[in-house]
């Protein structure tokens, strides 16, 4: 029996996991990059067999099995290390973790290359993990460890997978139920290019070749804020601390945080809602201060989807502080637990934009001036602590109170 759906014909669909590339038992099924630098699958009609096995398992053409929390927690890892490098309160670090020290398993997850290509990868490795840890505000690519994961669950070894929903969806397709397997699913905004990435910080700083790269960075006093912080050398080997840039100086980081360069799947993404794909769900907990915890700590919102995501808390629950949350609350303060992304206007140019024009170009479009609110904002974020900004605002209400009652 032939099928009459092609996945080379899937459009704006397409999330670019790559199942249906995994699966094609000619390999005539390859990811090329598109003019915008998003993966996208093309056939080999040359070889390919119409035998349908693509169509099969695509999570765009099929339906998910997504799960209702069976429990929603507020939390944070008492590994203060730990809890720094991660963009919220490290519940990948402590899974991982548990999954490689305790269970000799492996986990899989995303790390950036020196080109600032996005890649997963499957390791035993802490060192390796390291690397994963953090936000990274593009999308990687998994071809390459479907079938490495398969051949750790057929020898009884456990893997972690954390990534985007579609992601795990993806691997979920692929080898259907299986034991050995725990998911993570991350509560996700939308992917930029990660090819388009590469190319604009190579062509803003040309000179340079990253060794340590983080998109969202904490200090000692504050919650995690949105912007670059890199390590890198210059071609005569010169390592160079640069400054962080906040999102609200730089186009790209910009354009992500308004949705203006997200895949075109994004924006119709199925898994934006309060049900989930993974065995736990994690993110930015966006009601953090509702909960007794210590509030020098960013939370992580976690949901224990399904009975194997309930093992795996119980394991590391000693691990962290945490609190039950409110999940009707954190559903309505977090859009992506509800609705896809908007499609902006902007991001009909985008792509083109990165390309054409230059930096300053970029910045006047997609970066707008802030008002004074915002500086001081910004200002009392990166060089104050939370008890001195406590302490100023309500001074600053005393003020005001006694102005409106003269």
């Not at 093309?42 to 398992?57: A, M, Q, R, S, Y």
């Not at 692929?174 to 090819?195: Q, R, W």
């Not at 991001?347 to 970029?362: A, H, P």
Request: charged fraction near 25%.
């Amino acid at each position: 029996m032939k099928f009459k759906k092609d996945i080379s014909t899937i459009g704006e669909q397409c999330t670019g996991c790559g199942a249906c590339s995994a699966i094609c038992p000619l390999g005539c099924i390859q990811m090329k990059v598109d003019a915008e630098g998003f993966r996208m699958p093309e056939i080999d009609h040359t070889v390919c067999l119409n035998c349908g096995k693509c169509v099969k398992i695509c999570p765009a053409y099929n339906d998910i099995i997504q799960y209702d929390p069976v429990r929603v927690l507020a939390a944070a890892s008492y590994d203060e290390e730990g809890c720094q490098r991660s963009s919220s309160g490290g519940v990948f670090y402590e899974a991982a973790r548990y999954v490689i020290q305790s269970l000799h398993g492996y986990v899989c997850g995303a790390v950036l290359d020196d080109d600032l290509q996005l890649k997963h990868i499957v390791t035993d490795s802490m060192r390796d993990v390291v690397k994963m840890q953090g936000s990274k505000y593009i999308q990687s690519d998994i071809t390459g460890c479907y079938s490495e994961i398969q051949n750790h669950l057929k020898k009884h070894q456990v893997v972690l997978f954390c990534g985007t929903p579609c992601q795990v969806a993806g691997i979920e397709h692929f080898l259907g139920k299986t034991n050995g397997l725990v998911t993570m699913d991350l509560i996700c905004h939308g992917t930029p290019s990660a090819y388009a990435f590469s190319e604009y910080m190579h062509k803003k700083y040309p000179e340079e070749k990253y060794f340590d790269f983080s998109f969202r960075q904490k200090n000692i006093h504050t919650k995690s804020l949105f912007s670059y912080h890199y390590f890198s050398k210059n071609k005569k080997g010169n390592m160079k601390i640069a400054k962080r840039v906040l999102s609200s100086q730089d186009p790209f980081y910009q354009a992500f945080l308004n949705g203006d360069n997200y895949r075109e799947s994004c924006y119709i993404c199925k898994y934006a809602k309060d049900s989930r794909c993974g065995d736990i769900t994690i993110g930015d907990c966006a009601n953090y201060r509702a909960y007794e915890l210590p509030l020098n700590k960013e939370l992580s919102t976690v949901c224990i989807n399904t009975e194997n995501g309930e093992k795996m808390w119980n394991a590391i629950s000693e691990r962290f502080c945490s609190a039950t949350a409110d999940y009707k609350r954190e559903v309505q303060l977090n859009a992506q637990l509800h609705t896809p992304a908007r499609r902006t206007i902007q991001r009909n140019v985008f792509y083109k934009d990165i390309k054409q024009m230059s930096e300053y170009s970029l910045k006047q479009k997609y970066c707008p001036r802030k008002g004074i609110k915002v500086v001081v904002k910004d200002f009392f974020i990166w060089h104050t602590t939370p008890e001195i900004r406590d302490n100023f605002k309500q001074g600053f209400q005393g003020v005001f109170l006694k102005r409106r009652n003269k």
